[in-house]
């Protein structure tokens, strides 16, 4: 009679011990449920049937502005801020806006820490039509970069409108760049 008293009793702290340990699991099991919907629920991934929804899309995150408030501000004594031109290199070394700096689009997230260092200063951001750089500046505040505008229409429409500050051949690190050569075919050509 003793052993099954024991036997009970032993039954009865495993359940009890049973309980508790199924209430422990459903916590964990619920916490873990919820960081899941939460830190997933806040990235949203979007897709795009053509590059001109993309584009649509990329313009309507950034601040666009006019080739006269960008003139405004490079004329501005006390203004500090960059100049990126988002274009590829061979673009810019045929000509740009003065002082900017050359950044390509595809390089974008890879060097713009190293020449635009202080993410609260103003950053513009322009292209040959505004597009690529509508992009880009559509991922630069993911960077911590806060104050980016896009210059409409381009450096198209900037070297139209302000030929005086455009700069032909612009020289990089104190020495003329050169256009890259052309491929000469066989290996690493």
Request: proline share 4%.
């Amino acid at each position: 009679m003793l052993k099954f008293t024991m036997v009970l009793i032993w039954i009865g702290q495993n359940n009890l011990n049973i309980k508790k340990m199924k209430r422990t699991v459903l916590s964990i099991l619920t916490g873990l449920l919820v960081l899941f919907l939460v830190g997933c629920g806040g990235i949203e991934t979007k897709s795009y049937d053509t590059v001109e929804e993309m584009v649509k899309d990329a313009k309507s995150q950034v601040q666009i502005i006019s080739p006269d408030e960008l003139k405004a501000a490079i004329e501005s004594e006390d203004a500090q801020f960059y100049l990126i031109d988002c274009r590829e290199s061979n673009e810019f070394d045929t000509s740009c806006i003065k002082g900017a700096i050359n950044i390509p689009r595809g390089l974008i997230e890879f060097k713009i820490s190293n020449e635009a260092p202080k993410k609260r200063q103003d950053i513009y951001i322009y292209c040959d039509n505004g597009e690529r750089s509508a992009l880009a500046a559509s991922i630069l505040p993911y960077l911590k970069y806060s104050s980016v505008y896009v210059l409409e229409s381009g450096f198209d429409n900037w070297q139209v409108k302000y030929p005086k500050l455009v700069e032909h051949h612009p020289q990089r690190g104190g020495s003329q760049t050169k256009t890259a050569a052309k491929p000469a075919g066989g290996c690493g050509g």
